[in-house]
């Protein structure tokens, strides 16, 4: 099983439109939680923390689930420079762990 | 706002070569970090660093791979005897502090390309 599994997509919404990202992890003793995005061969950036009191952010929504290991990300009226790759991370001590990425295209 | 920077952008070497890559971090930052993304593949852990000494490393981080903060501000990676299979992203990230939320900023990374 991957440490860190995700949808890899892609998602192709239409501009307004609501989306939804899931992520699995594997180990129980992950610590911190983040999605971070990436556009097309840029560095990530840091979306957000989650939470297990589960976090919103503006459209930005993010979910934790510990005894599940299950994270999510809602986007709602997701906008055209929403376009990225959104990448789950887990940490364990000092250690990072990424997800491949969901892909979501936002169109007109 | 403050950034990581990383030098050069891009880095053309031939097999075999030893090549350095240059990380300033965010200045009041602590704990640094290197990870490799190759190309349409996910980002990898590759070490951390923190008060003058490695705190962990992957199995990616083998012996042809070092790191030092030779001075107060850089931050270096050093891959000996490089492979074609090292041709990759290379990012650079620092953060204040790992125990409380670890949130790492990444430099816009190197773009190596080893022939």
């Known amino acids: 099983r991957k440490e860190v599994e995700q949808d890899p997509g892609p998602f192709n919404v239409p501009e307004g439109a609501t989306v939804a990202f899931n992520c699995t992890y594997s180990?129980?003793?992950?610590?911190?939680f983040f999605w971070y995005r990436q556009d097309c061969r840029k560095e990530p950036k840091l979306l957000m923390s989650?939470?297990?009191s589960g976090n919103e952010d503006g459209r930005f929504t993010a979910q934790l689930n510990r005894a599940s290991q299950y994270i999510s990300l809602l986007i709602r009226d997701s906008k055209l420079s929403d376009s990225a790759t959104y990448l789950c991370?887990?940490?364990?001590?000092?250690?990072?762990?990424f997800g491949a990425g969901t892909r979501l295209t936002v169109k007109p | 706002e403050p950034e990581v920077t990383q030098t050069p952008s891009h880095q053309v070497t031939q097999m075999g070569q030893e090549v350095i890559l240059r990380c300033v971090p965010i200045?009041?930052?602590?704990?640094f970090y290197w990870y490799r993304q190759i190309l349409g593949q996910k980002v990898e852990f590759l070490v951390s660093?923190?008060?003058?000494?490695?705190?962990?490393k992957s199995e990616i981080f083998d012996d042809q791979f070092s790191v030092e903060r030779p001075d107060g501000s850089n931050f270096t990676l050093k891959i000996r005897s490089t492979k074609l299979e090292d041709s990759a992203m290379y990012f650079c990230?620092?953060?204040?502090?790992?125990?409380?939320?670890?949130?790492?900023?990444f430099g816009a990374g190197t773009r190596l390309s080893v022939l």
């Open positions: 180990n129980s003793a992950s610590q911190s």
């Open positions: 990230a620092s953060s204040r502090d790992p125990l409380a939320k670890n949130i790492q900023y």
């Open positions: 660093f923190y008060n003058n000494e490695i705190s962990e």
């Open positions: 991370v887990v940490r364990i001590n000092n250690d990072m762990r």
């Open positions: 989650v939470y297990s």
């Open positions: 200045s009041n930052h602590l704990y």
